[in-house]
């Protein structure tokens, strides 16, 4: 039997280590893919941390559940090498993203297509072993997505920053034809934001980062105007400029984000949140009334909004952001240039 290669969390708040084990033999409705590329995500710190910051000294512990060694990894795009006999559909050597939000099937949300906000969920790479290995074992094929023209380094990261960004955007019901639209932070999720955010509305957004060369990135890549939220007057130009605005996504989820964000909304506003950064935010109660704002948070996506985000880019109206191939041995490498905030773009493993 042959040997599946991973890099491995073996101790949480210690670097990933190569462990090898033998590849699993799919069987009833699953489907084994050999892993070709994995993107590496912000929130792949945070499960190596086994926390999330609440604030202060408070933390959302998630080590819970998760049996050591664990495989992280869910921005994954392979080739299927195997199937068992009840996974219909599954064709060997057929080239196919996974869709990695992949719940129980039961409960309220998953029966209502929210497999992502399930409450027993099995995501890859979160829950169950994911991308950071040369292989994945995928439950059904339907989870299986052809991503043909695109490259699989394109592909993989449409299933969370592609599809994180695409869900989060839908969510603004019209703003995005009253005015620009604002995304606040521009990591991977924040610049696949910005590709499609120029897909989707006739305006091309505005954005916010404290990184200089990821501001002048985003306006090389499109952007309208492009703005440091740690300037004391970056609030007074955004609201100068456009008089207030009424669709703000947070692609950081920080107390300094959504200050910034909720700063420079007009009467009416929205801000959407996808950003995992951690902290405490608080705000006067009266002003969600007095400004008739809302604060909504998103969390990745649906099957069939992954379906839709890779149809955008297989018409080819999302222009791929800039991304960083690096092999599977330096996952921690490249996780710590990620910590760093060293990366511009997106870093995606090849295997």
């Known amino acids: 039997m042959s040997k ?6 073996v101790a949480y708040g210690q670097p990933l280590r190569e462990t090898a084990v033998d590849c699993p033999a799919p069987r009833g409705s699953e489907v084994l893919v050999r892993v070709e590329r994995c993107g590496v995500c912000h929130s792949d710190l945070h499960l190596q941390d086994g926390y999330f910051s609440l604030g202060g000294d408070k933390r959302l512990d998630v080590t819970a559940g998760r049996a050591l060694p664990f495989t992280l990894g869910h921005e994954i795009a392979g080739v299927i090498e195997s199937a068992g006999a009840e996974a ?3 064709i060997i050597g057929r080239r196919v993203a996974v869709y990695p939000w992949i719940g129980c099937g039961k409960c309220t949300a998953c029966r209502a297509g929210e497999e992502n906000l399930c409450s027993d969920p099995r995501h890859l790479g979160i829950v169950a072993d994911g991308g950071f290995a040369t292989h994945v074992l995928v439950p059904h094929p339907r989870y299986l997505l052809d991503y043909a023209p695109l490259s699989p380094t394109f592909a993989g990261p449409l299933m969370c920053s592609g599809l994180t960004a695409y869900s989060a955007l839908k969510r603004f019901t019209g703003r995005p034809e009253r005015g620009p639209v604002l995304l606040v932070g521009l990591g991977g999720v924040g610049m696949m934001g ?3 955010a120029r897909a989707l ?3 091309p957004p505005i954005v916010a980062d404290i990184d200089a060369e990821k501001r002048n990135a985003a306006l090389a890549a499109g952007a309208a105007q492009a703005y440091d939220p740690a300037d004391p007057q970056a609030r007074k130009a955004v609201t100068a400029s456009t008089g207030g605005l009424l669709a703000v996504c947070d692609f950081v989820g920080s107390e300094k984000s959504l200050q910034f964000s909720t700063g420079v909304l007009a009467r009416g506003g929205k801000v959407v949140v996808t950003g995992l950064l951690g902290g405490m935010f608080s705000m006067a109660a009266a002003m969600f009334a007095i400004k008739a704002m809302t604060i909504e948070g998103s969390l990745t996506g649906t099957l069939a909004e992954a379906r839709e985000v890779l149809d955008l880019a297989r018409a080819g109206q999302i222009v791929p952001i800039p991304t960083h191939d690096r092999p599977l041995a330096q ?5 710590d240039d990620l ?3 060293r990366v511009v773009g997106r870093t995606v493993l090849s295997v």
Do not use: C, D, P
């Not at 599946?4 to 969390?9: D, T, Y």
């Not at 996952?331 to 996780?335: D, F, I, K, S």
């Open 201 to 203: 509305f006739r305006a």
């Open 4 to 9: 599946m290669r991973r890099q491995s969390l």
């Open 194 to 196: 910005l590709a499609i």
């Open 331 to 335: 996952a921690q490498a490249a996780l």
């Open 339 to 341: 910590r760093a905030g």
């Open 88 to 90: 219909a559909g599954a």
